[in-house]
């Protein structure tokens, strides 16, 4: 029974004008599933009744590196590690999407409240068909921000703050790196940590960032295997004392232990 009477959950039911207020004042507060259980509604009804009303374009991110730098930083190096953003075409339009998706939600659940912390209005949901938590948040005004920042200006802001270096590469790491062991002693520390990027000049700042923060990188590629359309390059710490360095001072929400592997260089 919702507050509103009972109904069909079904996402095709017609809405009633107090719906409607109900959601302009509470959208942007409380979880869609939330939501859906006061309403009697879908998940997927609610975030697209949400999206007819223009209630998820109303707020504005803030791209303020003085007063966000760490959040903007941590962002952006999930969003270039393995992150996604695009603009799709729709029926209204276009629709401007940014998000992450990982098989471990403690990631994506960063990564949600970083963008809340901008002002963002993001969605954090499980799907199921592909066993992956995925935050993602639509807006054009970060989309548009994003797309313009080059990667020659990223690499002048990081480079010009040691803070904003460790954000990002806190991100960078989460979304695309991996800690394993060099040497087939599984009772030993991690002693290698890696990650692995198709783009040469991002792979380079992350390289250039490493190095500045004192740690002693290794990068390697390009690498070429079957199947790949691109180019593979890593960067790799070698060394108990440079990994659990880089593990302390990043405080990765993620890979922080070794995958149940015995050597080699992950793909």
């Known amino acids: 029974m919702s507050r509103f009477g009972r109904a069909n959950k079904l996402s095709y ?3 009633r004008s ?3 207020e109900f959601l302009r004042q509470n959208y942007k507060w409380k979880y869609a599933k939330q ?3 006061l309403l009697d509604r879908t998940v997927h009804a609610i975030h697209l009744r949400a999206w007819k ?3 998820c374009l109303v707020k504005k991110p803030i791209l303020d590196w003085s007063s966000k730098k760490k959040e903007l930083s941590y962002i952006l190096g999930c969003i270039y590690g393995d992150g996604f953003f695009g603009r799709y075409k729709t029926r209204g339009g276009f629709e401007y999407v940014i998000g992450v998706n990982n098989t471990q939600k403690e990631f994506p659940q960063n990564f949600f409240e970083a963008l809340k912390s901008i002002g963002l209005n993001p969605h954090f949901y499980r ?3 592909r ?3 995925v935050t993602r948040v639509k807006s054009k005004v970060f989309f548009e921000w994003l797309s ?3 990667l020659e200006q990223l690499e002048s802001i990081l480079v010009a703050d040691l803070v904003s270096a460790r954000y990002f590469l806190k991100g960078f790491y989460e979304s695309e790196g991996y800690l ?3 040497h087939r002693q599984l009772n030993k520390s991690p002693d290698l940590l890696g990650v692995n990027n198709t783009n040469e000049k991002l792979i380079r700042i992350a390289y250039k960032l490493m190095s500045y923060l004192g740690f002693q990188p290794r990068l390697q590629g390009p690498y070429t295997t079957f199947g790949r359309h691109k180019p593979l390059w890593r960067i790799h710490l070698y060394g108990t004392a440079q990994v659990g360095r880089f593990i302390n001072e990043m405080n990765p929400c993620i890979k922080r232990t070794a995958q149940a592997v015995t050597g080699g260089n992950p793909n």
């Open 13 to 15: 039911r017609r809405w």
């Open 18 to 20: 107090e719906e409607d």
């Open 35 to 37: 939501l859906a259980g």
């Open 53 to 55: 009303l223009r209630i």
């Open 127 to 129: 799907e199921k068909s």
């Open 131 to 133: 066993d992956v938590y």
């Open 148 to 150: 313009s920042l080059s």
């Open 180 to 182: 394993t062991f060099n």
